[in-house]
């Protein structure tokens, strides 16, 4: 019995320590096959941006994902975020791979140091390259500094593509002379790696292809490996959105109006709650943007003087000067000579309009109400019609308002006869005939 029961239980090991080898080995296959994570970074490399490429990049490491992808289509933007993105790029453990996609997309300005500094540079068919010259952005420079930041910009893309074995004389004059190429030139000269026509021909394509990351040397396995596509989470949707300039303008009319009306409507509640997310709002959106302050005190100046006009009747000059006002400050509002960072007139132009259309239906309702008679209260009853209960002269009663008054007039009035009250004074009215 003892032999019997040593064999059980030799033999209950066996089995626990294959099913546990298999079980073990089963979830070692499963990761062994490191998915590939595939991103899309469309629009103005800005914050936002940058946020979402080096945290998509922090979890493909956490992952330990074989391969990220980048599929950009941007015309530029701030220098500051493009650097960001291209440090962390640069000490990246996982392989980055930047694809210029789908046909007709670019990587301009920004764009480039971005696709020159990954492990993977590749482009689709009908996309271009190229354009690289920094722009001041909210400031103008002079000549010493314009100079300075080219060759800053020079040297900084210039080591970057050497660093991936690309061509540094290609990347320097797209700095220097703003030079862009097709895809197929950009193949031709080194730039690139590689031109695939979709995602699963850049994939096979790099298969076995071996990189060199901040971890080391690695080989690529891309072919027929799960691809993972991860998205932008809502709140980065909402802060991309937001940094739009046009979307940042709205933004803070919307923002003036809402503070207004709940001024002028105290316990109003919802206007002044949703007046002040809305100029928070704006107000994260310029940190991101290139604000000219004179622009924006110009806005401010001309809500200033609309507010004016309710208050003092000024026959239209303020309502024109706050036309005027609002008008320059829009249009110098965002100082850049990069078309993204500009506000546009189907904007501006209706933002004035219905600005001033807001305010002129605000004053007509004010100097309405001003000059509306009162309806309750002594001065409710001067040119109201009543009826005389006695005799009137000196002294006497009337019948106004459903009320029974004291009352005086200049001539002799007879009781029953219907009068007009014209003033009041101290609960006696003053009455004339009707």
């Known amino acids: 019995m003892k032999n019997l029961f040593n064999c059980n239980s030799i033999m209950s090991m066996k089995i626990s320590f294959i099913f546990f ?10 990761r062994s096959v490191a998915d590939i994570i595939v991103i899309k970074a469309d629009g103005v490399v800005n914050p936002v941006m940058s946020e979402y490429i080096t945290k998509s990049i922090d979890e493909a490491e956490k992952e330990k994902s074989e391969l990220l992808v980048i599929e950009l289509d941007t015309p ?26 789908p046909g007709g997309a670019r990587a301009a300005s920004a764009g480039v140091f971005i696709t020159i500094v990954a492990h993977i540079a590749a482009m689709a068919p009908g996309t271009n390259i190229g354009a690289a010259h920094p722009v001041g952005v909210g400031e103008k420079m002079d000549k010493t500094m314009a100079e300075k930041a080219v060759n800053d910009a020079a040297a900084y893309i210039k080591s970057t593509a050497e660093k991936r074995g690309r061509n540094a004389e290609w990347a320097e004059k797209a700095v220097r002379e703003s030079v862009s190429i097709t895809e197929t030139e950009a193949l031709k000269l080194n730039v690139i790696d590689l031109v695939a026509a979709d995602l699963k021909t850049l994939l096979d394509s790099i298969d076995k292809k071996e990189v060199v990351t901040a971890a080391g040397k690695r080989v690529l396995q891309t072919k027929d490996v799960k691809i993972v596509m991860k998205e932008m989470g809502i709140r980065s949707k909402i802060l991309d959105l937001i940094s739009d300039p046009n979307v940042a303008y709205l933004l803070m009319l919307l923002g003036f109006y809402g503070i207004f009306f709940e001024m002028t409507n105290p316990g109003a509640i919802f206007p002044g709650v949703f007046g002040a997310i809305s100029l928070i709002l704006a107000f994260y959106s310029f940190q991101t943007l290139p604000v000219n302050y004179a622009g924006l005190l110009l806005i401010i100046l001309a809500l200033i003087l609309f507010i004016l006009e309710i208050k003092i009747i000024s026959h239209g000059v303020l309502t024109i000067g706050g036309i005027i006002a609002m008008t320059i400050g829009s249009l110098m509002l965002f100082e850049s000579p990069m078309p993204f960072f500009q506000l546009s007139l189907k904007v501006v132009l209706p933002g004035v309009l219905l600005t001033t259309l807001f305010f002129f239906l605000t004053i007509r309702l004010a100097v309405k109400a001003q000059k509306q008679k009162p309806v309750t209260g002594a001065e409710g009853l001067v040119g109201l019609e009543g009826r005389a209960k006695t005799d009137i002269h000196n002294e006497g009663m009337v019948f106004v308002h459903g009320e029974i008054w004291k009352a005086w007039s200049d001539g002799p009035i007879k009781a029953g006869e219907n009068v007009i009250v014209e003033k009041v ?4 009215v003053k009455v004339r005939r009707s």
Do not use: C, N, Q, W
Request: no cysteine; charged share 20%.
């Open 76 to 101: 530029g933007g701030l220098d500051t975020s493009m650097r960001s993105i291209v440090k962390r790029m640069t000490a990246s453990e996982v392989p980055v791979a930047v694809y210029v996609a």
């Open 425 to 428: 004074e101290h609960l006696r």
């Open 21 to 30: 080898s298999l079980l073990a080995s089963l979830l070692f296959a499963s």
